[in-house]
């Protein structure tokens, strides 16, 4: 589904001249940050405020800042903007919904997550109920309040303002306007050490730096009703962290709130690398899940802390044991958490001390979280015999980094294939390499499917008895795939790659009919003849002689001769009587990596061809023609079905001889799912390193922009094609796009530069442009 402006026409005659070159100016940004869907919100946001009758500078704000909205925070956000708008028109005016709408990409920013940002507009609402003449003094100055305020904290200063000054106007535009000395005061007040959105890249790249990946980490509100907060926790495989903490202050001890950060996410990170199942829950009370939990949180330091020593350091200064403490359940439970991570600390309490051995006993066997379920459970039942009550609202860990871990339990919408994703581990599967007397003899398992543990694999293919003249694998078999080849991925939200983020596959073609291709060569005879003499012009031509040269390598006898006659005759001689014998030698490997997605099936307007079978004819023609030159070169293929099945094709290789097999593949190549371009040509660049020119061309035909089923937002793989091309790029290989989608100039010059495309405005002389472009690029 695509989206153009002229399909709204109704909404575009409503609105006056300034305001249509204003939407014309802001559409090519907002169809780079926008998907189809975004853009009809987008329009249709447009036309809901056209309807208000507040004014054209209402709807040129929006305009302007609704896809700035969308660029920080996804475009998922946008409807709740719009309604949030016009809910506020029947209190207040429109110029304090400008304001609302102007400062919106400001919010979005410091906020940095959809449920934060709804959370926002709601007090919004809230507050333009209680006291409308407050919005205006204080959104003007929103951007200084977030920079020292959390979402919870600008709530409660502004409703106490609200409250307190009801009736009083001039004092409460005073206090909104940050002019009186109460304000000031809650703003202090209300103020937090240190802001998530100021430190999140920096503990993005600590993260990283320790594990060599990406943890993906969202503020939550914890402070919205209360000064309390909430623990950090992961949910959804993603470390949710409070958006704000306070300095860590017990008696002497004072620890900034970017320390504080970086225990709770190393911590957090810490559970999903060493979390390789989730743990029952079955049959526990809360008491032993308790305890459970408080072993698990050890467990998984201590590795951690065997790799990297000095977060042992970080974590145990959060562990303050005063001398207040007494003997309550939740009392012990932190002592015993001091305990396990702290081997200085000294602990005479028996159950502690018992603690302490059970766990060094296990050491070597700390790999499976179910020494934690050991060890929790006969720790819960020795602790029953002395009769101490558990609160577990109230006795519960008083160390602020580590997390409430409901990661660790099983619960019913416990999801396998998102846990994989998040560090989960499964059984690897093996390919084993066994002979024909094993395969023949081994029993079969009628249910196997393409998850089995173990595949058997022949080095050679299988044949029946009788001579069919085709192996069991081409009866029977699926296409064989390759080992999967992992990628990284770039992210530019967060300007980080997704470390092996992509699986590709390479899958054998299938062979279609060989005189498909002997119809296209019969079909473009004419062609090929008019490209014959250029074809020639770039055939080497071996050893050539330039002459006329001053200093060369040998002398030009018939050069000489022509001097001395000048000479004699008293005119002035010619001094270039050298020449230079120079091999004419082309350097050159040449890939044509070719887009099959789904759209390549799609008729080319006003014919009875596909866009798959101009490709076809294209490829042929300019095999045909590379093939006459002599320059080595390849031909890929590649679709895509999410970030897990990236397929990958080989029609013919660099060593392969161009011959009926390749042809016969490219007869029966299809085109089916998406485009995820960034992988293919990462893997694509894998082969022409492999290759000896020095000049290495990576050739890539596709009909539309980057694409696939996981990704909603359509920058994100735009940018990780960019990037893919820029890694060819410092690889030493260039990289030339051939676009057939007519709205490639939206994007294509951004993925690949200025000069390395080319979009085709009629599709169907591809055949006859690509042979002539590549002579262009090889010249």
Known sequence: MSIRLKDYQELLDSLSPQLLENLHSSWHEATKVFSARGL????????????????????????DHAPLVAKEIGEDTIPDLVQNALA?????????????????????????????????????????????????PMLENLEMLFSQLTLGGLRRWALWGAHAYRTNYPEQASYFSLASKESL??????????????????????????????????????????????????????LHIPDAYDDFVVGETKLPGLEVYRAAAAHC????????????????????????????????????????PGLKHLWAKFHIITADQGSTAGDLLNRLARALLDDSYSDNDPWIIQGRILFKMATERLNTNLISWDIGIQLAHEFMARHIGFAPRSDILTTPYRDDNRYIWEFEEFDLDKAMAAGYNTTKQVRKYVSAVELANEVEVENAG???????????????????????????????????????????????????????????????????????TLQHKRTTNRLKFLLDALQPQGVTRIRKLEDGDELDVNAAIRAMIDIRMGQQPDQRIMMRSVRKVRDISVMVLLDLSESTNEKVA???????????????????????????????????????????????DFDQTYNDIPKSRLAGMKGQFSTRMGAAIRHAGHYLKLQKSTKKLLLLITDGEPADIDVR????????????????????????????????????????????YIVLDHVERLPEKLPALYAGLTR
């Not at 009809?40 to 946001?45: A, E, F, I, S």
């Not at 939990?293 to 050890?298: G, L, P, Q, R």
């Not at 393409?450 to 085709?470: Q, R």
């Not at 296409?479 to 790659?497: G, M, R, T, V």
């Open 606 to 652: 006003g014919q009875e061809y596909s866009i798959l079978d101009l490709q076809r004819q294209a490829t042929v023609l300019l095999a045909d023609a590379i093939n006459k030159i002599g320059d080595p070169f390849a031909i890929h293929g590649f679709f895509s079905d999410g970030r897990h099945k990236v397929e990958y094709s080989r029609f013919k």
């Open 185 to 238: 005061a809650m703003l202090q007040k209300e103020r937090k050490g240190t802001l998530f959105i100021d430190v999140q890249r920096r503990i993005n790249m600590y993260l990283r730096a320790l594990w060599a990946r990406d943890f993906f980490m969202r503020p939550t509100s914890g402070d919205f009703e209360s000064r309390e907060g909430y623990r950090p926790f992961i949910e959804g495989y993603l």
């Open 88 to 136: 506020m028109a029947s209190k207040t005016s429109g110029g304090v919904i400008e304001l609302v709408l102007s400062t919106a990409p400001t919010a979005a920013n410091r906020l940095g997550d959809e449920a934060l940002f709804r959370s926002y507009l709601q007090f919004l609402n809230t507050l333009v109920s209680q006291a409308p003449r407050s919005m205006r």
């Open 713 to 756: 937002d359509p920058q994100y793989l735009r940018f990780d094609a960019k990037k893919a091309v820029e890694e060819a790029a410092r690889s030493g290989v260039t990289t030339f796009c051939i676009s057939l989608d007519p709205k490639a100039d939206q994007y294509v010059s951004r993925i690949f530069g200025a000069k390395n």
């Open 450 to 520: 393409d998850d089995a543990e173990e595949i058997w694999v022949l080095d050679t293919e299988l044949f029946p008895y009788e001579d069919m003249g085709k192996s069991f694998n081409e009866l029977e078999g699926k296409a064989p795939l390759s080992e999967p080849y992992h990628y990284s991925e770039w992210d530019y939200q967060i300007q980080l790659e997704r470390p092996s983020w992509v699986t590709l596959q390479e899958k054998r073609p299938k062979a279609g009919d060989l005189q498909l291709i002997d119809d296209i």
């Open 40 to 63: 009809d919100n987008y329009l249709k946001g447009a036309s809901a405020l056209k309807s208000l009758g507040k004014g054209d500078n209402l709807i040129a704000t929006w305009i």
């Open 269 to 308: 990170a810490a559970h999903i690398v060493y979390t390789n199942e989730p743990i029952s829950t079955e049959s526990l009370n809360s008491w032993q899940m308790a305890v459970i939990s408080v072993i698990e949180d050890a467990r998984v330091e201590t590795l951690a802390v065997r790799k990297f």
